[in-house]
C-alpha cells in the first residue's frame, strides 16, 4: 500500500516524528503523519500548516507500506460524534497514544477530520515493523499558487 506525506524539504528525507502535540498524539509521543492520497495530504497540509506557509520548501513523499503488516484501525463509529473538533483533541490522542505504547502495529489508520471517508496513516516508528516501511519516492512539491491560506 502507498500512503503520502508533503512535508518541509529538510524533513523530506527520513520517516521521524517531531513529537509535537497533534491529533492522534500527545506532546512527547512521536509518529508519522500520512495521508491516503496525494490529495489529501495536500489538504491536511493547507488546514493544518502555520509559519512556513505554502512556500517552495516541499516535497512530496510516497511511502511503500508492505501488504504484510498488521493495520489498527480507527472506525468512524467508534469515535465520539464531535471527535473531530479541536477541542476533542484529546479523545483521539488518547486512542494514538496508547496505540504507541502498547506497540499494537507500525501503522494506525484512522479517519481524516477534513474528509471523514478518507483515511490518514499514523506510522509508529518505535514499533519493530517500521523498518519495513520505505520512502519509495521523494519529488519536489509546490502548492498551486491559487489556493490561498
Known sequence: MEV???TLSKWSSSLTGSGYPAR??????????TAGSTALAIL??????????LNKNFKQITIEIPKSLGIKKVSLKSLPKFWYKVENYNVCQEI??????NQE????EVPSSIVTNEKNYILNP??????????KS?????FDPRIRK
Do not use: P
Open 44 to 53: 491536511e497540509n493547507i488546514a493544518h500548516r502555520n509559519g512556513e506557509g
Open 126 to 135: 518505535n514499533h519493530q515493523d517500521f523498518r519495513k516501511i520505505k520512502i
Open 138 to 142: 521523494i519529488q519536489d512539491f509546490e
Open 96 to 101: 494514538g497514544d496508547r496505540w504507541v505504547r
Open 105 to 108: 502495529t507500525a501503522v494506525l
Open 4 to 6: 503520502f506525506r508533503i
Open 24 to 33: 492522534w498524539n500527545s506532546k512527547g509521543i512521536y509518529v508519522v503523519y
